[in-house]
C-alpha cells in the first residue's frame, strides 16, 4: 500500500511539471514572436548629432538617422534628411532628439529673431532692477505680470499702483553690468500696442516690479487701483 502511494505521488509529481514546461515553453514562444514583431516594426526617422539651437540653420552635418519603433515615433518626425537641410529651428532641439517638422520654418537660410515671430508680433526688450529677476528667480518660460506705481497729478494720491500688463511670456533674461551693479532686460513677445506700453512705462520712470504667475494662472486677474486714500479706507490706517 505505501508503495503503490510513492508511485502515485511520483506520478503527479512528474505529471506538474510537465504542464509547469510546456506552460513556459509557450510563454517563451509568445515573448519570442512578440519580440521579433517589435525589431520588425520599425522605422528611421531624423534626428540631431547634437543639441541644436533655436533659430539655427539646419546643414547635413548636425543630422543622423536612428531606428525608432514605429509606436514611439514621434507625431511629424522627419524620415528624410534633405526635408530639413536648409530650415530654420524655431526651438531648440536636443541631441539624439527625433527632427519633427513643426520645429522648423522655411526662412531661405536665415536665423535671425525675426524667423520665430508671428506676423503682428515684436520681440522688445524691459530694463529692470527688479529683485526677483537680478535674483535669478525669473526665467524663460515664466509668465509675469507688471506691477506699476506712476504718478499722477498732485497731492497725497498722486502715486497711484495697478497690475497694468499681465501674462506676458519671457522669452529671455539679458542679464549685464560689472561687478555689483547687475541690470537685467526682459524680453517679451507681443504686439505692437502693449511694446508702446512698455516704452512709455520705461521712458516715464515709472516704479515697475515683477511678479511670477503660477503656470496654472491664464485669466487675467481684475485689481483696484492703489494709492494713499486706499490704503487709508482699507486698512484703517489715521492720517
Known amino acids: 500500500m505505501r ?20 506552460a513556459l515553453y509557450g510563454v517563451s514562444q509568445d515573448y519570442g514572436k512578440t519580440t521579433a514583431a517589435a525589431t520588425v516594426d520599425t522605422t528611421e526617422i531624423v534626428v540631431a548629432r547634437a543639441d541644436i539651437a533655436t533659430r539655427a540653420v539646419i546643414s547635413a552635418d548636425m543630422l543622423g538617422v536612428k531606428a525608432y519603433p514605429k509606436a514611439l515615433a514621434p507625431a511629424g518626425a522627419l524620415t ?3 526635408d530639413a537641410i536648409g530650415q530654420t529651428t524655431i526651438a531648440g ?7 519633427v517638422r513643426s520645429q522648423l520654418v522655411s526662412a531661405n537660410g536665415k536665423n535671425g529673431a525675426s524667423v520665430t515671430l508671428d506676423k503682428g508680433k515684436l520681440l522688445v526688450a524691459y530694463p529692470t532692477v527688479d529683485p526677483l529677476t537680478l535674483a535669478g528667480l525669473v526665467r524663460p518660460g515664466d509668465r509675469v505680470d507688471l506691477l506699476a506705481t506712476v504718478t499722477s497729478g498732485t497731492g497725497e494720491s498722486s502715486r497711484k499702483t495697478q497690475t497694468t500688463l499681465q501674462n506676458l ?4 533674461v539679458l542679464m549685464s553690468g560689472i561687478g555689483g551693479a547687475k541690470t537685467a532686460s526682459l524680453t517679451f513677445n507681443v504686439d505692437h500696442q502693449v511694446a508702446l506700453v512698455l516704452k512709455y512705462l520705461r521712458d ?7 511678479a511670477v504667475r503660477s503656470r496654472a494662472e491664464t485669466e487675467l486677474a481684475s485689481t483696484t487701483t492703489v494709492d494713499l486714500a486706499y490704503l487709508l479706507q482699507t486698512y484703517g490706517v489715521k492720517k
Do not use: H, K, M, Y
Open 3 to 22: 508503495e503503490l502511494r510513492s508511485w502515485i505521488f511520483l506520478g503527479l509529481g512528474l505529471l506538474l511539471a510537465g504542464l509547469t514546461g510546456l
Open 204 to 210: 516715464a520712470g515709472a516704479s515697475v516690479d515683477i
Open 80 to 82: 528624410n534628411q534633405a
Open 93 to 99: 532641439i536636443p541631441a539624439g532628439a527625433a527632427v
Open 169 to 172: 511670456e519671457v522669452i529671455d
